[in-house]
């Protein structure tokens, strides 16, 4: 298959799998349907899939990071997210790109939030393709930020790279739900 063809491929099957759409159409006339039906997601010893170990990362570690985030301390979103580039960060308060700018960010968000009494993160669409993976959903939360108490919902969405085997976050983009 060209690769042009297997890009679309990829990209019909990740579309497929968002819309919970059990077809899945071939790109080209010309693949074969044995090569459309091969698993999408690699199956580990202890019979859970990559899907499996990322959503319970997702409840468990990244939860646990933005949690922490919210009531000032910064040290476990700043474990989660790559060293590598391409990083970055569409914010509900301010855009930044590559390391440096990401620090600085959880820097000043460490220093303005603290007191959290409530956060819950309603995933919405996750998938995980290969070494990538991302999330979507709503965060809510009430903490005091920069004292003054503050409850909100953000509308999330992350995308997440394997690095030596563990999740990394490459990409957030966040902003606030007003409805």
């Not at 979103?77 to 960060?89: D, G």
Request: glycine share 6%; net charge negative.
């Amino acid at each position: 298959m060209c690769g042009r063809a297997s890009s679309r491929l990829r990209l019909h099957l990740l579309i497929a799998r968002l819309g919970q759409i059990r077809t899945v159409l071939p790109c080209c006339e010309q693949a074969p349907l044995s090569r459309l039906c091969k698993p999408l997601h690699r199956e580990h010893a202890e019979g859970m899939s990559d899907r499996d170990d990322f959503l319970a990362w997702v409840r468990t570690a990244l939860y646990e990071a933005e949690l922490a985030l919210h009531n000032g301390d910064a040290a476990p979103r700043r474990a989660l997210w790559s060293r590598n580039e391409p990083v970055s960060i569409l914010g509900a308060l301010r855009n930044v790109y590559g390391q440096h700018e990401v620090d600085e960010a959880f820097t000043f968000l460490e220093r303005s939030f603290s007191d959290c009494t409530s956060y819950k993160f309603e995933l919405q669409a996750y998938d995980v393709v290969g070494d990538m993976a991302y999330t979507a959903g709503l965060e809510h939360t009430s903490a005091s930020m920069d004292g003054q108490p503050r409850s909100y919902t953000l509308r999330a969405t992350q995308v997440y790279r394997r690095e030596g085997g563990e999740w990394k976050v490459t990409h957030r983009h966040a902003d606030t739900v007003t409805e």
